[in-house]
């Protein structure tokens, strides 16, 4: 990388047209300098927009997990209680 970095330097310096341009206008660290700030201006510019979003489907779930109704049990005895109320809800409309 060092090597790399040096060689682009001595390009620079020794180009008929480059070396008579003042220093910090071109090269690798240069680039990455001005891309990295572009591409912070563009995530700060945008990024209001993407949380509203992220907030919008969020609460969108949330309606859809709620319509969906309460949670399945995990435990085997709420699984069976459950199960036993279904039972004697269909029993109490079956005699209905």
Request: hydrophobic fraction near 40%; include cysteine; charge should be negative.
């Amino acid at each position: 990388m060092a090597s790399a970095i040096e060689k682009e330097r001595m390009y620079f310096s020794s180009h008929p047209i480059y070396s008579t341009m003042p220093p910090g206008l071109f090269g690798c660290d240069v680039l990455t300098e001005k891309l990295t700030r572009i591409l912070f201006t563009h995530i700060k510019h945008n990024m209001p927009a993407i949380v509203g979003q992220i907030k919008d489907k969020l609460r969108e779930n949330d309606d859809d997990i709620r319509e969906l109704g309460p949670a399945m049990p995990v435990d085997q005895a709420e699984k069976m209680q459950l199960i036993w109320g279904m039972v004697l809800e269909f029993l109490k409309t079956f005699t209905n």
